[in-house]
């Protein structure tokens, strides 16, 4: 039931972006960012957009391997890591290497949420909630698949 809460949560703020914001500090500037990331990259990377539920590339891969940033190729997330959260989007327990990620407050969509970006890049990744395994440390990294791509092992 939490689960489907917590989709219902996340679905609200699909579709809406909270424009970029000049005080937000990325490596690149946007229009560098625009030439390097496709359009879905840049819509989730960049203006910190939530692609569909259930409707995305990894949500429901099981292969083993590791997940990398879609701007730079650091290792983000293990396949080690994953779980199926119900939510349709990538949800693993923990980052590969907390040291590339860092949680920031998220305000938009009306909510109060933590936000995971890429430390190196400061682009936007998804949002960790504490609604994961309580057996694997409680967290639920909340990806969005167009901000990463699958390496298989």
């Known amino acids: 039931m939490l689960a489907v809460i917590t989709a219902f949560g996340c679905q609200q703020s699909c579709g809406q972006v909270k424009k970029y914001d000049p005080k ?3 490596s ?3 229009a560098e960012w625009k030439k390097l990331l496709t359009p879905n990259q840049y819509y989730i990377m960049v203006e910190s957009g939530t692609e569909p539920p259930f409707h995305n590339a990894y949500h429901d891969n099981h292969e083993k391997g590791v997940y990398v940033s ?3 190729g650091e290792v983000l997330f293990s396949s080690a890591d994953k779980f199926d959260s119900g939510t349709g989007w990538p949800s693993f327990v923990k980052a590969a290497d907390p040291k590339k990620i860092e949680i920031v407050q ?3 969509a009306g909510m109060t949420r933590d936000e995971v970006i890429e430390r190196s890049t400061g682009l936007h990744l998804g949002h ?3 609604d994961g ?3 694997r440390g ?3 990294y ?3 698949s167009g901000a990463l791509k699958f390496i298989k092992k």
């Open 106 to 108: 998220d305000n938009s």
């Open 138 to 140: 409680g967290k639920r």
């Open 28 to 30: 690149k500037t946007p």
């Open 24 to 26: 937000r500090k990325m």
């Open 128 to 130: 960790v909630f504490d």
């Open 142 to 144: 909340c990806m969005n």
């Open 70 to 72: 879609a701007a730079t």
């Open 133 to 135: 395994p309580t057996d």
